[in-house]
Structure formats: C-alpha cells, structure tokens
C-alpha cells in the first residue's frame, strides 16, 4: 500500500512539473513523445513503441509519466 500511495504522489509531482513547464515542452519537443520521471524528462522518441523500448531498458522498475507534445497550433486549439 505505501508503494501505492508513493507512486501516486510520484506521478502527482510530475504531472505538476509537465503543466507547468509546458509551454517550453511544446516549443522544444514538437510530436516528439517524452517521458518525466521525477520532475525531469527522461527519455526522447518519435513514437510511444520506441520510448517505451528506451524505458524497458533503461528504467525497468518505474513507471514514468509519458506525454505526447503537441504542435504549438494543436496545444492553442487544446486551450
């Protein structure tokens, strides 16, 4: 159970960190998929099937927070 909670409160952290260094994110990583694990990105791919081939290998035992960056065009129509 505190495994749980930890990785919730983990995971909580760096959706925070993702919202507010988004801006950044979206002009540095166009349609580009990254990783965040604590309050850091990670890990780099162009698509979700070679990220997770980095994360199996390089962070077998977490579970990072994956986002997809949109376009600067696709994140204004987000808003």
Sequence with gaps: MVKEVK???D??????????HLEEIV???THQVIAILDQNIV????SIA???RILAT??????P??????SRQEFECLL
């Design 43 to 46: 890990a780099v791919a162009s």
């Design 50 to 52: 070679d990220l997770q």
């Design 65 to 70: 927070l994956i986002f997809e960056v949109p």
């Design 7 to 9: 990785f919730v409160e």
């Design 27 to 29: 002009n540095q990583y």
């Design 11 to 20: 995971l909580d952290q760096d959706d925070a960190w993702l919202k507010a």
């Design 58 to 63: 390089d962070y077998p035992q977490r579970i």
